[in-house]
């Protein structure tokens, strides 16, 4: 019964595969070198909000001009501190 109001997946061509969970369309995004972060965007029980949509398109690109720039860290210290996080992701069990 409960499944004649289940929304459909919504599918954009940029971003992947969408589910509606809670209230909100539910997926994830690739910004490289980062990883994978989860979405939950707004929207109808049809789609997600287009403006949160073409935001969440527009966040790898802007990415890097959002992450604040840390002054003395150099390129070799965010190495050793993005192994350490692989680390410590692998002993959690997240790949």
Known sequence: MFGLFK????R???LGEFRRSGG???GSLVVAPCGTFRL???GSREAPDPIALGLAKELPDRFKSLMPKIDGVT???V????KYVRWLQRQAGIQ
């Open 7 to 10: 929304s459909e997946p919504f």
């Open 79 to 82: 190495d050793q501190i993005v």
């Open 40 to 42: 939950a965007l707004a």
């Open 12 to 14: 954009d061509g940029q």
């Open 24 to 26: 909100y369309w539910k």
């Open 75 to 77: 390129p070799e210290d």
